[in-house]
């Protein structure tokens, strides 16, 4: 048996009235999720402990299997073990946004743009990061490129219950009330700040002004934590596996679980990424010899970040299409059975454009059963089919030892 678990990041949503009151989910064409939904199993699971917040670490950590009441410590050192960084025990990471702030003479009065500096090519970001080192960098504060707008700051010995938000939290919204508090928030704030009069003089940053595009205009700093450690996936399922995902967070967790990591040229981390190259990735490891692949897709949690409705739509027909409906096509021809599960790792309504700890909906597609019953036939795969099946695990983790169970 093949398993594949299918991630559309922040897939899951609120009604939208524009959308005549139905979710993207709803308005999309999913034919290929629809059609699984009909013949397999729904239902939703709590993917975020209900006194943990809403962040992509946490969620991802519970689709995968990893209690993070046990396992968590921190998003940006999973980041961080994705980019090879050798971490003390005494470092403390955290993951470095370029952003986009309005102009106000003084820091604390600016607004909150953009979290991803307009989605942020990572070539772009890597001059600037490169730049800022050389005017910020001290023998205990390092700083190390990532992908696209996402980056990473290594402070050596540094405070870890310093109270930091994410970027992708206050958008719109006045930075003053929501600049870091605690031990370490004056050095935290001095690096935000003293990097925006940097980056304003920054020739890519006037030459984006000059036509028209969103500058990097600061840093954020956020999501801290220490070296994290899991269990080995492997042992603790009994399966060899890969992870496919441009953002090196989820990279960072399959390394940490011992799961090989597939690269894909063209993967960005937004809608413009090679989907079908994703898919294509993803049978290979499968027919090369793997058990498991997790694949990751970020396009429809950044489309909601943008509070885009159109291109979250989008997004999610391209999934549907050139990823879920290749990878069943390609499975079936390969005459492997197989078990396939799709779920967002949490919601991201376009409504308030952040994360949400709402359950998440899920379904179960195995090749070598049909579930339709006939009762109460599912018309389709969305959130209110999911929550109308009844199965529901409210700790999320444990969806996992359902799907693999044999």
Not at 54 to 68: F, K, T
Not at 181 to 188: L, P, Q, R, S, V
């Amino acid at each position: 048996m093949k398993y594949i678990i299918i991630v559309p990041d922040g897939m899951a949503d609120k009604k939208i009235e524009e959308l005549g009151d139905r979710t993207p989910m709803e308005y999309a064409d999913l034919s290929s999720m629809d059609s699984l939904a009909r013949t397999g199993e729904t239902g939703t699971a709590r993917t975020i402990p209900p006194d943990m917040s809403p962040g992509s670490d946490i969620a991802n950590l519970s689709v995968m299997g990893y209690d993070p009441h046990k396992y968590h410590t921190g998003r940006s050192p999973l980041e961080a073990v994705s980019l090879g960084l050798e971490l003390k025990e005494d470092d403390v990471v955290f993951r470095c946004n370029l952003i986009t702030l309005t102009n106000e003479p003084e820091y604390t009065e600016r607004k909150m743009i953009d979290h991803s500096a307009g989605e942020l090519k990572t070539r772009d970001s890597n001059i600037l990061i490169d730049y800022l080192k050389a005017s910020l960098e001290t023998d205990d504060i390092k700083f190390f490129q990532g992908v696209s707008y996402r980056n990473i700051v290594v402070w050596k010995n540094g405070p870890i219950g310093i109270k930091l938000i994410p970027p992708h939290d206050i958008l719109e919204k006045k930075i003053g009330p929501y600049l870091p508090k605690g031990e370490g928030a004056n050095m935290i704030l001095g690096l935000m700040a003293k990097s925006s009069k940097l980056l304003l003089e920054h020739p890519l940053n006037r030459e984006k002004v000059d036509m028209g595009f969103k500058p990097a205009n600061s840093i954020w700093l956020w999501g801290q934590g220490r070296r994290p450690y899991l269990d080995n996936f492997s042992e603790k399922f009994g399966l060899s596996g890969s992870v496919i995902s441009a953002v090196d967070l989820i990279r960072g967790i399959g390394k940490c679980a011992g799961l090989d990591i597939v690269e894909v040229e063209g993967a960005t981390g937004t809608i413009e990424t090679d989907f079908s190259g994703k898919a294509k990735a993803a049978v290979d490891a499968l027919l090369s010899g793997k058990d498991f692949v997790y694949l990751h897709i970020e396009a429809p949690d950044e489309c909601s970040h943008q509070g885009d409705v159109s291109k979250k739509i989008r997004a999610l027909e391209l999934i549907d299409k050139e990823v879920v409906g290749y990878i069943k096509s390609a499975m079936d021809k390969s005459g492997e059975d197989y078990r396939l599960m799709i779920l967002p790792d949490h919601p991201t309504p376009i409504s308030i454009r952040t994360h949400s700890s709402d359950p998440v909906p899920f379904l179960i597609y195995d090749s070598t059963k049909d579930n339709d019953s006939g009762d109460t036939p599912v018309t389709g795969f969305s959130e209110h089919t999911a929550a109308a099946s009844g199965l529901h695990f409210e700790e999320g983790f444990k969806l996992a030892d359902h799907f693999f169970s044999r």
